[in-house]
Structure formats: structure tokens, C-alpha cells
């Protein structure tokens, strides 16, 4: 039986289960509108460790143990781990699944890890080849600017433009059998690259990915945009957002205001936290999901949600060579209860 | 007094200068130190910046600027009083001291100090 | 959806018209009090110097030094980025930029250790201000050279 649609589209033929979601947010996340949705706020960034990435790769370990025990489950019941980071060669993830000995698939989607994390885990369950799998992403925003910007200590202003990578990390358990909202479809992104170039305008470089993926996704299920009761991005920020909403008006489809989203605005106060374009990170849709938006799809106060996560695909050598931002996003269509 | 207002108004003046390349071009901040360091020393090599440094003092010879025109300076006397060599002997020993006391520091806070979260 | 050839110009002109506005009026006034008042604290110091009897060459090197060790200290501390935040170039064009550009990966990338770690990343910033002003300075220094011949 054939389960993908249209271009880019997959339809479960039994619809995974996201049985639990766990989130662990640094401090300034912890201080912002879903202070009270998260699993644990951090006091100290560091989480007692030596460095910014030994801290990154405990959040990742104990937000897993968290999910793994909200599902009722122990590690090793797991079958495998789909996971994430910004880090170089993923060590955030890697370190952070070092001690639980179980199969590992790390991921690299940039900020679209959750996205890819989510997708791949759930085609591991519908394809019969697991019975419950982990899907997660992290970021640390301290380890982020070290190693894509500047220094901490250095003085210098943030464009208006740029945006706060999220400190923290966002893991789901996804099974075959069990309660809570399943994942009806994925749509996996193609790479999208309009020849930004500004690294602190990662929203600009990743809105029309976020558009070809929503777009692609409506039509091969054959949806109206209204068909959700929330269409959620990950990471554009203000600006991203705002391009995403002109980009969709120029392929005709019109969403109202109140049923499209970015977890990059959701996460922070724009005005008092100085966070100027919002949240981004592998991190920013993650726990804002797991934080947020799965106790809302469990209670059923949300029907279904459109949950795509965006990635800018570049790093400081290709920005240092003069390319433009690739632009990812992958669309996960998530249903409260299945008719 | 007249002095402290000289040096006010000028280095005042080259730093608004700086974030207007900031605001306009988002020039990084390392990129703007670059192009400071190399306009002071083309204008202390045509003489210019000895005119602005006579007139503001510390406005002129605090700012990263100042370090330009202290290393063109410095090459173009040791051109006159050694020659050939003087090419390359002139800069850094200008620089010697901002340098060194920019290491040393670097390195002792480096030692005492751990990175602070924002 | 297909993006063809021609969409990347008129996405690039939608950004443009997207991006937020940095306050420049209010950011400008910020720098040039901070860039002004550092000179001002400084053109104190180095009279006072000269009052001891340096040279004024002199005064003005015991001057910056001052301004690296306060730097230092800030930077240390997690003050200078917070005070860099507010004031922009005004502490990034005066001689505290440029300690700040050293000293701030020099603590950042003790982690990685203090050879490879801080002792070759602290230029990571500054050494093109180094590497620059010395070519752009040999460069005048060349041209008087040959220039005397004539």
C-alpha cells in the first residue's frame, strides 16, 4: 500500500501517537509568556557544568529521562533516538544520549530538527519497524553565539532583525499504540533559497521555504488552510512571519491572523525581554511545542495544528564564502483525535 | 577647559560616525575596527589626522582611528631615520604598547574570569 | 510552487521593506555621549600625565593602557557587554573596542584550552585590526620611501 500523496506528502496508513512531550528552557525563556508550560526553567545556563555544551548535552539527557517517564515507559523500551542540535557534528544530542545505550539517528535540520526529528520517527513507527521511538531537538543560546557569532563578553549591538536562540530542549515519545494526538501527515521539506544573505535575518531566509512547504502540503491533501485550527512555524520571528503572511497572499491562500503562528513570537515578550525579532533555535519549536501546544492537542482544546518547523541551512564557512541561507521546512500535520 | 570640550565633540563625533555604519550597512564590529584602524593610518600618512589630533587630543588619539595614525606615523619616522628598514620597524613598534598591555590583560582576566551569560 | 529566476530580486526588495528599523537618531546620541565622554575621561587622564612630567606621546599610550585594564575588568565582570549594548560604537570605536575584541574570546575559549583555546582565539576578532593596519601603514611607509628619492 502506497502511503505518500501527491509531490511530498506522506499519509500514515495508522496514525503514530505522541504519548508524551517534555521540555526543559533555559532562564530567559523561563521568564517569558509560557514560563508555566514548561516541564523545568533552568536557574543557571551553565546547569553546574564546566561549558555552555556540556550543559546543552544534560538538558537533552534529563529531557529525555523526563518524556520516557511521563510516557510510562523506561529508556529502554525505546527503540531508537531521532535527535538534534546546532552544535558542530551534533555533539549537543550526541553527548546528551551517550549513557542511555540505545540506537541513535542524529540529526541535522538547523532549526527544522524538530521538524525532521518528529517525521522520521513517526515513518520509523508506521513503517512497523519500531514500537516506541524519541523525537528531539535542543539549543543553547550561549554555545550558539560562541560558535556562529560572537563571544558573550562582546560588546556589540543585535540587529533588529536577528533573533534569540532558545536555551533548551523539546523531546516527544512517539508510539503505535497508546493515548493522545496523532501524526496524520508529513510533508518533508525541499531546500528553498531566495539568496538572502543576511545571517541576522534568518526569518527572511527561511519564510519562503515555510510557504513552499505550506503550500505543497495543502495541496497534496487537497486542504484549505482553514482546515487547521492553528498553522504554527518554528522560528521566523516578527519578520519571517510577516513575509510568510505575504508570500502566501501572493500564492492566494489567506490565513486569518489569529490561526497562523510563529513559536518564535509565542516564546518571548518582544518588548520587555529585548529579544527584537523573537526566538529561533532547534529549541524554539521544540519546547514550544512539547511545552505549549501538545497539552492543548491532549486536552482537546486544540482540534488538530499544521506544526512546521524552519531551518536556515548555513554555516559560519559557507556565510564566510559568500553564500546565500538555504531555507528548510517540514510540515507535520497533527490531529487531536483521528475521526 | 575648552580642551575637554574639543575632545568631547570629536570623538563623539567619529564613534556616531560608527554607528551610523552600523545602523546603515550592519557592518560587524570587527569589520568597522578594520576599516577605522586602516582610514587612520592613509590619513596620518597624508598628514591630515596630525591636524585633527592637534585640535582635539584625547578625541582624536583615544579612538581606534588613533592607532592607525600612530602606526603610519611611526613608519614614516623611522623611514626618515633609518631608511629601507624603517618599513619594517616602524608599525609595530607603535604598537608595542597597546598590544602588549592588551595581551597581558586578555590573558590575566582570561584566566581569572569565566564567560557571562546575557 | 516553483520560485523561478527574478523572484530572488523581488523577494530581496519585500525584505527590505520587511526589516525592522534600528531607532538611528536615538542610537547615534547614545554612541556619540558614551564615544565622547570616554575621550573626555581620557584627555583628563593624559593632561594629568603630562602635569607628571610624561611626553605627550607617552601620556597618551599610559592613557589607552588604563582604558585595556578597565576594559578587562568590565569585560570580566559581564559589564562591558551590557554597557556595549546601550552605547554601540560609542564603546566600540575608542580603544575599549578593541581590548573588549581580545579579551572577550580569550575568556570565551579558555574552555578549548589555554594554548589552542585562548591563547589562538584571542585575535579571532582583533587580529585583522593588527594584520590591516600594519599593511595599510607599511604601505604609506613604502611610498614615502621611494618617494624621498624624488
Not at chain 1, 519497524?129 to 543553547?140: D, R, T
Not at chain 1, 482540534?303 to 521546512?329: D, R, V, Y
Not at chain 2, 623611514?79 to 590583560?105: P, Y
Amino acid at each position: 500500500m502506497n502511503k505518500k500523496i501527491g509531490n511530498q506528502t506522506i499519509k500514515f496508513a495508522s496514525p503514530p501517537v505522541i504519548i508524551s512531550a517534555a521540555s526543559i528552557a533555559g532562564k530567559k525563556e523561563g521568564e517569558g509568556p509560557l514560563k508555566k508550560y514548561f516541564d523545568v526553567i533552568l536557574s543557571d545556563n551553565l546547569k553546574g557544568e564546566k561549558s555552555w555544551e556540556k550543559a546543552e548535552s544534560k538538558i537533552v539527557e534529563n529531557t529525555i529521562k523526563i518524556a520516557v517517564y511521563k510516557a510510562g515507559l523506561t529508556i529502554d523500551d525505546i527503540d531508537y533516538i531521532f535527535g538534534g542540535d546546532l552544535l558542530n557534528q551534533d555533539t549537543g544530542s550526541t553527548f546528551g544520549v551517550r549513557n542511555f545505550r540505545r540506537p541513535f539517528f542524529g540529526l541535522f535540520g538547523a532549526c527544522s530538527t524538530m521538524g525532521e526529528a518528529m517525521g522520521l520517527a513517526a515513518m520509523a513507527i508506521d513503517g512497523g519497524f519500531a514500537k516506541n521511538v524519541i523525537a528531539g531537538a535542543s539549543s543553547h543560546f550561549c554555545a550558539s553565539e560562541k560558535q556562529f557569532r560572537f563571544p558573550l563578553d562582546m560588546g556589540n549591538q543585535r540587529p533588529q532583525s536577528s533573533t534569540w536562540t532558545i536555551t533548551g530542549d523539546g523531546t516527544v515519545v512517539i508510539s503505535n499504540k497508546g493515548s493522545g494526538p496523532r501524526i496524520t501527515h508529513v510533508t518533508a521539506g525541499k531546500i528553498v533559497d531566495l539568496g538572502v544573505k543576511d545571517a541576522n535575518n534568518m526569518g527572511a531566509a527561511m519564510a519562503p521555504a515555510a510557504c513552499d512547504t505550506i503550500v505543497t502540503h495543502l495541496k497534496d491533501t487537497k486542504r484549505s488552510p482553514n482546515y487547521y485550527d492553528l498553522i504554527v512555524t518554528g522560528d521566523l520571528g516578527y519578520v519571517g512571519h510577516t513575509l510568510l503572511k505575504q508570500l502566501l497572499a501572493q500564492e492566494g491562500i489567506y490565513i486569518n491572523e489569529e490561526k497562523i503562528t510563529d513559536c518564535g513570537i509565542e516564546i518571548f515578550n518582544k518588548t520587555a525581554q529585548d529579544t527584537h525579532s523573537g526566538g529561533s533555535g532547534c529549541a524554539c519549536s521544540a519546547v514550544t511545542f512539547c511545552g505549549y501546544f501538545y497539552p492543548k492537542l491532549k486536552t482537546g482544546e486544540l482540534k488538530n495544528i499544521l506544526f512546521i518547523p524552519t531551518g536556515a541551512l548555513m554555516s559560519t564557512t559557507s556565510s564566510g564564502q559568500g553564500e546565500s541561507i538555504p531555507g528548510i521546512a517540514h510540515a507535520i500535520a497533527i490531529e487531536s483525535r483521528v475521526k | 577647559m575648552s580642551e575637554i570640550l574639543k575632545a568631547f565633540w570629536v570623538g563623539g563625533f567619529i564613534c556616531l560616525i560608527g554607528q551610523l555604519l552600523i545602523d546603515k550597512t550592519k557592518l560587524t564590529s570587527g569589520r568597522i575596527l578594520v576599516l577605522y584602524v586602516c582610514i587612520g593610518a592613509v590619513l596620518g600618512s597624508v598628514g591630515i589626522y596630525k591636524i585633527i589630533a592637534d585640535y582635539a587630543g584625547a578625541g582624536a588619539t583615544v579612538p581606534i582611528i588613533g592607532f592607525g595614525h600612530n602606526l603610519s606615523k611611526s613608519v614614516l619616522k623611522e623611514v626618515a631615520d633609518k631608511g629601507f628598514t624603517g618599513i619594517f620597524t616602524g608599525s609595530l613598534k607603535a604598537a608595542a604598547g597597546g598590544i602588549s598591555a592588551t595581551i597581558l590583560f586578555g590573558f590575566i582576566a582570561a584566566l581569572v574570569f569565566n564567560p557571562k551569560e546575557k | 510552487m516553483e520560485f523561478y529566476k527574478g523572484d530572488a530580486e523581488k523577494y530581496k526588495r519585500m525584505v527590505k521593506n520587511t526589516e525592522p528599523k534600528s531607532p538611528i537618531l536615538f542610537d547615534c546620541i547614545k554612541a556619540f555621549i558614551v564615544g565622547g565622554g570616554i575621550c573626555v575621561v581620557g584627555q583628563i587622564l593624559t593632561n594629568n600625565f603630562i602635569k607628571t612630567g610624561y611626553s605627550s606621546d607617552d601620556s597618551a599610550l599610559i592613557t589607552n593602557i588604563i582604558f585595556i585594564l578597565a576594559t578587562a575588568i568590565l569585560t570580566g565582570l559581564g559589564l562591558f557587554s551590557k554597557i556595549g549594548r546601550f552605547s554601540g560604537a560609542g564603546t566600540i570605536v575608542p580603544i575599549t573596542g578593541f581590548a573588549n575584541s581580545v579579551v572577550a574570546p580569550a575568556i570565551e575559549f579558555k574552555k578549548e584550552g589555554i594554548v589552542m583555546g585562548l591563547g589562538s582565539k584571542m585575535f579571532v576578532v582583533a587580529g585583522p585590526v593588527i594584520v590591516y593596519g600594519v599593511l595599510t601603514s607599511m604601505a604609506a611607509g613604502i611610498i614615502y620611501y621611494f618617494w624621498r628619492f624624488f
